[in-house]
């Protein structure tokens, strides 16, 4: 059952970005950076499937 609405996806792929953009600032291949690119793909895939486990726990939707 979908629970992130669209604007919640919007928001989440544009945090995905900002997410890389700033692991490569620090360094491609660091650890920081790394939990960082690991960190969008999650923003990404909940943002594509529109499932997000964490809402699901806590109760939230965003979706109408």
Avoid: E
């Avoid at 919640?8 to 291949?29: K, P, T």
């Avoid at 690119?37 to 499932?51: H, S």
């Amino acid at each position: 059952m979908k629970n992130v609405g669209k604007n919640d996806s919007i928001i989440r792929y544009v945090l995905a970005v900002v997410l890389v953009v700033a692991g490569i600032a620090m360094g491609a291949s660091s650890t920081i950076s790394i939990i960082l690119y690991v960190l969008a793909g999650v923003m990404v895939v909940t943002a594509t499937t529109r499932v997000c486990p964490l809402y699901k726990i806590v109760g939230i939707k965003t979706n109408k």
